[in-house]
């Protein structure tokens, strides 16, 4: 039976009104995804029937979101810094918060400059391909363990056309080889493993590895933060993601570890989230 998109539209939101807390909104994204038509299509063609297939793969599509599993992951695809990312359950969807790591990254990396930037643990790509594309005159390393992750970042960087990255299999330092950079940055995971957010919205989904750190939750950036002054120049940049609730310990250990001129900086919910630290010159 044929059905309007408005209709669609609203017995879809009831469907996902238990689940999600923008359901007009993800069932909006759910439909323009099959119909392969921009959000403001549905709303300026209201009365236009679906296909019996479109139907069939909407509804498909809404179950899917019913039961959990993110957005992002149905339709495989994320903007980040206005760069579409694909994603699947190997990656870490990203978040605007972590745009804040891009942000600070490239306010130390001059607009016409040929630094060298080093993202550690890059998921699907997206700080270290929203930074080479800021800034196509510098290197970038990014580095991950995961090799279904890297697979991933690899088809985005050829994707969006950026070529000023490259990649390297391994676990945090290890890719890099003695290599010293200007700027270092990471998402590392930083969430404990007995912390009750991990059942909750969208990170039952996502890959663990990336997630989690381990009991304290700050085991993955006192690593990066430990060995972060042997890959960075004299003056060069560390700048760290972290937890909501983390900003104090990290600056103390980047203070440790003998850092200078450390800021910690909020997300755009008001919450500390990024930790930066500069390398004693």
Same mark, same amino acid.
């Not at 990656?91 to 130390?108: G, Y």
């Not at 990170?203 to 042997?230: D, F, K, M, N, W």
């Not at 960075?232 to 850092?259: K, M, N, S």
């Given at each position: 039976?044929?059905?309007?998109?408005?209709?669609?539209?609203?017995?879809?939101?009831?469907?996902?009104?238990?689940?999600?807390?923008?359901?007009?909104?993800?069932?909006?994204?759910?439909?323009?995804?099959?119909?392969?038509?921009?959000?403001?299509?549905?709303?300026?063609?209201?009365?236009?029937?679906?296909?019996?297939?479109?139907?069939?793969?909407?509804?498909?599509?809404?179950?899917?979101?019913?039961?959990?599993?993110?957005?992002?992951?149905?339709?495989?695809?994320?903007?980040?810094?206005?760069?579409?990312?694909?994603?699947?359950?190997?990656?870490?969807?990203?978040?605007?918060?972590?745009?804040?790591?891009?942000?600070?990254?490239?306010?130390? &990396?001059? #607009?016409?400059? /040929?630094?060298?930037? *080093?993202?550690?643990?890059?998921? @699907? =790509? $997206?700080?270290?391909?929203?930074?080479?594309?800021?800034?196509?005159?510098?290197?970038?390393?990014?580095?991950?363990?995961?090799?279904?992750?890297?697979?991933?970042?690899?088809?985005?960087?050829?994707?969006?056309?950026?070529?000023?990255?490259?990649?390297?299999?391994?676990?945090?330092?290890?890719?890099?080889?003695?290599?010293?950079?200007?700027?270092?940055?990471?998402?590392?995971?930083?969430?404990?493993?007995?912390?009750?957010?991990?059942?909750?919205?969208?990170?039952?989904?996502?890959?663990?590895?990336? &997630?989690? #750190?381990?009991? /304290?939750?700050?085991? *993955?950036?006192?690593?990066?933060? @430990? =060995? $972060?002054?042997?890959?960075?120049?004299?003056?060069?940049?560390?700048?760290?993601?972290?937890?909501?609730?983390?900003?104090?310990?990290?600056?103390?250990?980047?203070?440790?570890?003998?850092?200078?001129?450390?800021?910690?900086?909020?997300?755009?919910?008001?919450?500390?989230?990024?930790?930066?630290?500069?390398?004693?010159?």
């Amino acid at each position: 039976m044929a059905i309007e998109i408005e209709k669609a539209l609203s017995l879809a939101a009831s469907q996902l009104d238990p689940v999600s807390s923008s359901p007009s909104l993800d069932a909006e994204i759910l439909l323009s995804h099959v119909m392969d038509k921009h959000r403001a299509h549905l709303r300026a063609w209201p009365q236009e029937r679906l296909t019996p297939q479109q139907k069939h793969t909407f509804e498909n599509l809404v179950a899917r979101r019913r039961a959990g599993v993110p957005i992002a992951y149905i339709i495989g695809r994320r903007e980040f810094w206005s760069l579409e990312f694909h994603v699947t359950p190997d990656t870490l969807i990203p978040r605007p918060e972590t745009e804040l790591v891009v942000e600070h990254a490239l306010l130390r &990396l001059p #607009a016409e400059g /040929t630094h060298r930037v *080093a993202d550690l643990g890059t998921g @699907s =790509g $997206a700080i270290a391909l929203a930074v080479a594309h800021e800034r196509p005159g510098c290197t970038v390393i990014a580095t991950d363990n995961c090799a279904a992750a890297l697979s991933i970042a690899r088809w985005n960087a050829a994707r969006l056309k950026i070529t000023n990255v490259e990649f390297h299999r391994g676990d945090w330092y290890q890719p890099l080889a003695g290599a010293r950079f200007h700027v270092l940055c990471s998402n590392p995971p930083y969430v404990r493993e007995d912390d009750p957010h991990l059942t909750r919205g969208d990170l039952p989904h996502e890959p663990e590895a990336a &997630l989690v #750190a381990g009991e /304290t939750g700050v085991e *993955a950036l006192q690593i990066i933060i @430990s =060995g $972060a002054q042997r890959h960075l120049h004299p003056g060069g940049w560390l700048i760290l993601e972290h937890g909501y609730d983390q900003a104090d310990e990290v600056t103390h250990r980047l203070r440790q570890q003998g850092f200078e001129d450390i800021e910690s900086h909020c997300d755009i919910a008001g919450q500390s989230r990024v930790a930066v630290g500069k390398a004693p010159s």
